[in-house]
Structures are given as structure tokens and as C-alpha cells.
């Protein structure tokens, strides 16, 4: 390797002292934001992403919409402190609109679109922090974001990342990394066991592709466990609060009787 | 500045409850009151200084509130045959975000990122305001400093927002600390090494050389810097005391009030930004003046208006400064107790 930092050595520990399946931290905060109907932050390691959610809504041009189902619009964009480098990247730029490409193909199958014909869902997603992992970082944000605003999905996607050090696999990759390995993210559908997105843009020994496949599939899997978590946390304490709403007025008869029980 | 949609009906009625007496607004404040301010500093790590900060925040529900992510960041420029100039120079930009703007066509919305900007650095790299320290090599290298203001979410009153967001990252900032270098031709060398064949020795012994202590000459000659390292991130800009604070005055005569919410705004005529600075104790200067809307004013309104914003700016100025001086602490003096005690 040209690298001056070793990427795995000797111990089996990478630059960041992880293992070599070792997945970063991530942090999920699906508290609201703003005026949007879902909200999601995730963080993966030094990576973070906020996604929000508009609608299912009216489209701002008629022309666009379709008479049989929904038509989702992802908007990308990146914010100019977010890397090493400072680079102010405008709306139009090859790069972010690849990506929201990407996302967009991917959600386009698992989002129930037809459920809500000639309407719009507006995708809007932030880039606060870039470190490796972008694009798994987008996905997982936006299927959060999705859940949170109540738009029907047919599954979860979780996305992560891997590469190939000489014929070691490692997931989820760091800047460092990925600047230095040939790289692909997968998303899955974990309950239905199904692959959405499969992206490459370096190359890879079709060999060792089978090795980073499986593994990265079985890694969405340990995301989906960390994100229904959080959508569960989410939900429980909503519930909690409607409870607690609907036992306050003093005219409750519940409220009475548990009165008269003390 | 962004026209929320309110019915004429609906106008009227909250245009009425601010001229009454008492007068009422929505969420029961007073009229020169703010709403609650929340403000962290160093929320970006790959920047040089950064702040969030959130005016109006719901307190149960976590949402709503106007959103504000501001970063600094500094780029090394030449002088000589890049386009650096002389003392370093500011650069701001503020980008919206189209969830916070999600009824705005994205045409409009570059327009207003655009008014935004040119609010922000006409009054923030104004030469009275440039701190000294962006200089790394006179009249060879100096530091730009990016500022990057991104408007995540809009709930009235952004202009005075994006200011206090700014002033924190502003003062959040830390400039490398470097060293200048000089280099010196040996000329002795090529003499030396004829007489001594291919022998090597070390050469350096035999150059008659200043002392190394004395640097005094040498900021003149140097050619390049390069980076110490130190324990801190550097040192903080210069008279970060002085970075201007905006207040907006919702002008419905006969009275004004602060921090509007979006119906508030939509429903006001007219509004004026003062942005004023306090380099000194009990001396600020107005650094900007901004009115916006249709309508007229008298000079002596302005004159008052222009009073009664130094003092609303004032008290604003002094809060910010205790809650900066605060997450100082916090992510200093504070953090390292925390790991001392681990």
C-alpha cells in the first residue's frame, strides 16, 4: 500500500483501532426539526447526516407529478465545512446529483408510491460532517426520516459500506480508508432479505467480491437492529405522552377511580 | 423577507393585539421580549471555529424554532500570485436549506441566500472590524477566512439569528499558530566539496550564521511558515470582542417589537436591522443599517429607533457574551476536570 497510515496491522486493528468487521458508533435522533413531518440525524462514527421529510404533499409543478403514484424528490446538500478541504458544492454539482440519483432508485422500490397518487414526498438531506460512509450514512438517515413522517415503506433499508485490504474484507469504511481501497456499499431489506443498491466506483477482484457482499448484507442486518431500536424508543415514548394526554382532562373516569383505590 | 402566507383577516387581528393595551402577541411575550436562545460552540470538528444555535426552540416536543449551523474555516492564500490579499480577508456565505424554505422555488430561494450574504458580509468584513491576526507572512501569505452560515430551519426573526450565529463562530475561532522560514542558499559548499573530494562532512558548521534566537530579521526574508506543534488549536482572532450583533426592529407604528415569529413578520409592513458592535465598554458603534419594506420614516423616528436599538443590542450583546464566555469554560476548564476525575 502507498499509504503512509497502515490500514490493518499486524494485531488485526485499523487506523482507528477498530477490528476489522467492527462497525463505527452511530447515534440516531429522530426528534423533530424545523416544520418537517420526519426528521432523522444519524451518526456513523464522524460522519452525520440530517434527512427530512415533507409530505406526502402537493407538488410544487403540477407537471411533474404522476396520476398513479407519488413521485419522490431528493434534494442533496452538503455543507462547505463538512470536509477537511473547504469546497462549496452548489445544487447542480455532478457528484451530489449522482448521489441523489442513487437514493432516489433506491427508496423508489421499497416506498409505497402508489399508495398516494399525483402527490409528491421531498427528500431533503443535509451533510454536516464527512468521514467515509456517505452514502450508507444518506440511506440510513433517509429510511429513518421516511419512518418517522409515516410514509408506508415495505421494509427498512440499511446501507453500509466495505472494502477489500489485499484480501482482508472491512466494513464500514473511514475517509483514510476508502481513499485506499477498491469500495462498494449495499443496502438491504432486512426482513425480506433483498438487496436494493449495490454501488461500486472502484475496482475489485470478482473474487473477492462475493466475501464483501455477504458480509456487507449481514451488516445492514446488525444496522436494522440498531435502527428499529431507535424507532421503537421513538414510539414508546410518543405512545407514553398520548396516554398521559388522554388521562389528563379530570373528567376521566379512570382517573377517578384510581382516586378512590388509593 | 420570506412571505409566509396569512390571510388579510388574520393580518389584521395580529396587527390589532400588538397596538392593544397591554399589548398580546401569540405565544404571550412581551414586545421586546426574545424568545429562548440556545447556542453551543464547537459543533464541527473539521472546522476552525463553529456554533449552533436555535431562537425558540419548543421545550417539550424538541422541535420548531429557528436553526441556524455556522462555521469558520481558514484557507492559506498567496498573496503574490494567488488572489490573497495583504493582511488576510473574510469571505461569508449563508445557504438555506430548502426544508426550511419548502414553499420557495429554488430560484427564490437563491435569491434570498444571496440577499442574506450580502447582508452578513458587508457588515462583517468591513475593514474596521478585520482582525489582525490573519496575517502569516507579510505581503507573502495570509490566512481567508470562510465563514459559512447554513440556515437549517426558519421560524421568524433570521436575520438577527444568523448574526448571533455568526459572532459565536467568529469567536469560536482559533488561527494556527506558525512559524516563519527562511532559507538559506550554502554557498560554501560547492567550495568545500572540491577541496574535500568526495568526502562528506557536515557543512552547516562552516556557514558564518546568525543566531538562531534572532528573528527579528528574518519575517522579512522568510519564505515559507510551517506549523509548531503545540498543544492548543492556536490562538483566537484577534478583537473577536468587536464582531457585530444585529437587531431587528418590526416597525407598526406607533410601536416596534423584537423577535417576531413568521406570522408576525408577514404581517409588519416594514422592519429595520441595526447591527452594532461593542469593541469598548459603553462605547458601540452601528455597523450597519438596514430598512426593508415599503413606506417612509422620519429622520427623527430613525434617530430613536436607532437609541432604543443600541440599548435592545446592548443587552443582547451582553447575554451572548456571558453564554460564549460560558461554553469556553465548559469545553475547557470544565472538560479537563472531567477527565482528570475519570
Not at chain 1, 426520516?145 to 469504511?173: K, M, N, Q, Y
Not at chain 2, 414553499?103 to 458580509?121: F, G, K, M, P, R
Not at chain 2, 475593514?127 to 491576526?133: A, E, G, M, R
Not at chain 2, 562532512?201 to 546568525?210: M, V
Request: aromatic content about 6%.
Amino acid at each position: 500500500m502507498s499509504s503512509r497510515v497502515e490500514i490493518l496491522n499486524d494485531g488485526g486493528f485499523r487506523s482507528d483501532g477498530r477490528k476489522q468487521y467492527e462497525l463505527r458508533d452511530i447515534t440516531i435522533d429522530l426528534s423533530q426539526q424545523g416544520t418537517a413531518d420526519g426528521s432523522a440525524i444519524i451518526t456513523h462514527g464522524l460522519t452525520q447526516v440530517m434527512v427530512t421529510v415533507f409530505g406526502p404533499r402537493e407538488a410544487k409543478m403540477r407537471s411533474q407529478t404522476l396520476h398513479d403514484r407519488a413521485v419522490l424528490n431528493v434534494e442533496m446538500s452538503v455543507a462547505p465545512f463538512s470536509t477537511g478541504e473547504r469546497r462549496k458544492r452548489s445544487r447542480a454539482d455532478r457528484r451530489i446529483l449522482e448521489l441523489s440519483a442513487a437514493i432516489e432508485s433506491t427508496f423508489e422500490p421499497v416506498v409505497q408510491t402508489s399508495l398516494y397518487p399525483r402527490s409528491q414526498i421531498d427528500i431533503y438531506i443535509h451533510v454536516l460532517q464527512q468521514d467515509g460512509g456517505l452514502l450508507q450514512a444518506c440511506i440510513n438517515a433517509t429510511t429513518l426520516a421516511l419512518i418517522t413522517a409515516g410514509v408506508p415503506l415495505l421494509d427498512f433499508v440499511c446501507a453500509v459500506s466495505g472494502g477489500v485490504h489485499s484480501t482482508e474484507p472491512l466494513l464500514d469504511l473511514t475517509t483514510l480508508e476508502e481513499n485506499d481501497l477498491p469500495n462498494l456499499t449495499v443496502a438491504v431489506m432486512p426482513r425480506t432479505r433483498k438487496v436494493t443498491l449495490v454501488t461500486m466506483e472502484t475496482r475489485l477482484h470478482v473474487e473477492r467480491f462475493r466475501d464483501i457482499f455477504e458480509l456487507a448484507c449481514e451488516a445492514g442486518q446488525t444496522i436494522h437492529k440498531e435502527m428499529k431500536r431507535a424507532v421503537k424508543d421513538r414510539t414508546v415514548a410518543l405512545v407514553g405522552a398520548m396516554d398521559a394526554g388522554a388521562k389528563h382532562p379530570s373528567g376521566d373516569p379512570d382517573r377517578d377511580l384510581t382516586m378512590e383505590d388509593r | 423577507m420570506t412571505s409566509a402566507l396569512v390571510s388579510k383577516a388574520e393580518r389584521a387581528y395580529i396587527q390589532a393585539s400588538l397596538q392593544a393595551t397591554p399589548p398580546l402577541r401569540g405565544d404571550g411575550r412581551g414586545l421586546l421580549d426574545f424568545r429562548t436562545v440556545f447556542l453551543e460552540t464547537g459543533v464541527a470538528p473539521l472546522a476552525n471555529g463553529s456554533a449552533r444555535l436555535n431562537i425558540g426552540k419548543m421545550a417539550h416536543e424538541g422541535g420548531g424554532g429557528t436553526e441556524i449551523l455556522a462555521a469558520t474555516k481558514l484557507e492559506v492564500e498567496d498573496v503574490e500570485t494567488g488572489d490573497g490579499v495583504d493582511g488576510g480577508r473574510i469571505v461569508c456565505s449563508v445557504s438555506c436549506s430548502p426544508s426550511a424554505y419548502s414553499h420557495l422555488s429554488s430560484n427564490a430561494l437563491d435569491e434570498l441566500q444571496y440577499d442574506l450574504t450580502v447582508i452578513l458580509q458587508q457588515t462583517i468584513a468591513h475593514p474596521s472590524l478585520h482582525p489582525q491576526n490573519l496575517t502569516i507572512i507579510p505581503r507573502k501569505k495570509s490566512w481567508l477566512l470562510n465563514l459559512d452560515v447554513l440556515i437549517l430551519a426558519d421560524s421568524g426573526n433570521v436575520v438577527d439569528a444568523v448574526f448571533m450565529a455568526a459572532r459565536a463562530a467568529l469567536w469560536d475561532t482559533k488561527v494556527p499558530r506558525t512559524r516563519a522560514v527562511e532559507y538559506h542558499a550554502p554557498e560554501e559548499i560547492q567550495t568545500m566539496r572540491d577541496s574535500a573530494g568526495a568526502m562528506d562532512i557536515d557543512q552547516r558548521e562552516a556557514i558564518p550564521q546568525a543566531s538562531g534566537f534572532d528573528t527579528r530579521e528574518m519575517v522579512r526574508t522568510a519564505a515559507d511558515f510551517e506549523l509548531p506543534d503545540y498543544w492548543d488549536e492556536g490562538e483566537v482572532l484577534n478583537g473577536r470582542e468587536r464582531w457585530p450583533l444585529c437587531v431587528t426592529l418590526n416597525l407598526l407604528p406607533p410601536t416596534h417589537f423584537l423577535d417576531a415569529t413568521l406570522s408576525e413578520e408577514a404581517s409588519v409592513p416594514s422592519r429595520m436591522h441595526l447591527a452594532f458592535s461593542f469593541g469598548k465598554p459603553n462605547a458601540s458603534k452601528l455597523q450597519s443599517m438596514r430598512l426593508s419594506g415599503p413606506g417612509e420614516l422620519d429622520l427623527s423616528q430613525i434617530k430613536a429607533y436607532i437609541a432604543d436599538g443600541e440599548k435592545y443590542a446592548c443587552d443582547l450583546f451582553n447575554a451572548l457574551e456571558a453564554k460564549l464566555r460560558d461554553e469556553d469554560a465548559r469545553r475547557n476548564v470544565k472538560a479537563r476536570n472531567k477527565f482528570a476525575l475519570r
